[in-house]
Structures are given as structure tokens and as C-alpha cells.
């Protein structure tokens, strides 16, 4: 029996990771830089299958620029086995190639992927397709603020000593 409240993914970066692979599959192989105008238009009411999914992952990234959509691409698309993942150092490397006229800095692509993965996240849960944020509960919060005190008391300590 299906849940009703389970989301298709867990996390942005895994609904990244099949939207980029099943385009890749989709283009037999050969898919080039995904522009603006290859987005869908209007969301899918239910994601029921995976061309659903690809259609309202699509729908979440409208509005990024070429740059962010092809930094996605960058990060996220498919690798040969055993390759490891891109980094921001290749994603940049590799955007000198792709745009010659603009000079890329790695806090630059930082927060160009940072910006882009909010987007795509604000429409992915937006759709239910990953989960909303959980709030901390009071005694989460409370743990949190007396490791971060203990954290700074015993850091002035070690300062004082030298």
C-alpha cells in the first residue's frame, strides 16, 4: 500500500542527480547545455512516474539563469562508474571552457549553486516531492544552544591558558 505522506525523494540533490540522468537518457546520450526554454511550463499535478518526476523537476528550476542551470548540470549530472562527483574546483575549471567571457571565482560558483539549489528546493517542496522542513523541537533547540554555550566557555578558557 502507498503512503500517502512519503515523498519521492529525500533530498534536493537526489531529485538533481535523476533529472539529470534520465535527461541524459532521454537524449540517448548525447543531451547538450539545458537552457531555460527546454523547462516545462506548468508542473504536473501528481507525480505518478518517472517522466512525471522529470517534468516537475523541470518546472522547479525555472527562473535560474544558463549559469545556474548549466552549473546544475555541472554537479549534478551523470558520471562513468568509478568517477568520483564534480567539485566546485572542476565545475569551475570547466565554466572557463563554457563561458570565456566571465571569469569564474570558487565562492562565486559556491554561491551560485547555493542560490540555484534553494530555487529548486522551494519548488520541490512546494510540490511535495521532498520533505518539509521539520522545526526543532524545544529540547532539540535548548541542547543545541547549551553544546554551542559549553563550546564558547571552554574556548575562552583555552585562550586564557595561551
Not at 533529472?19 to 537524449?27: A, I, K, M, N
Not at 518526476?53 to 523541470?58: H, N, P, S, T
Not at 548549466?70 to 570547466?94: D, I, M, N, Q
Not at 510540490?127 to 566557555?153: D, Q, S, V, W
Request: proline share 2%; aromatic share 8%.
Amino acid at each position: 500500500m502507498l503512503d500517502q505522506n512519503k515523498t519521492r525523494f529525500r533530498r534536493t540533490e537526489e531529485a538533481l542527480r535523476f533529472y539529470f540522468r534520465l535527461r541524459e537518457v532521454l537524449h540517448s546520450g548525447r543531451a547538450r547545455r539545458l537552457v531555460a526554454d527546454e523547462l516545462p511550463a506548468v508542473a504536473c499535478a501528481v507525480a505518478t512516474n518517472a517522466i512525471d518526476d522529470y517534468q516537475c523537476i523541470g518546472w522547479c528550476m525555472r527562473g535560474l539563469d544558463e549559469v545556474a542551470l548549466w552549473l546544475l548540470s555541472e554537479l549534478y549530472g551523470p558520471t562513468c562508474f568509478g568517477v568520483h562527483r564534480r567539485t566546485y574546483s572542476h565545475a569551475r575549471k570547466a565554466g572557463k571552457l563554457e563561458f570565456p567571457h566571465r571569469e569564474f571565482r570558487m565562492r562565486e560558483v559556491g554561491m551560485i549553486h547555493e542560490h540555484a539549489l534553494g530555487v529548486v528546493k522551494r519548488g520541490l517542496r512546494e510540490l511535495g516531492m521532498i520533505p518539509k522542513r521539520r522545526l526543532k523541537t524545544a529540547r532539540e533547540y535548548n541542547e543545541m544552544m547549551a553544546a554551542g554555550k559549553r563550546a564558547h566557555f571552554h574556548g575562552d578558557r583555552a585562550a586564557e591558558r595561551g
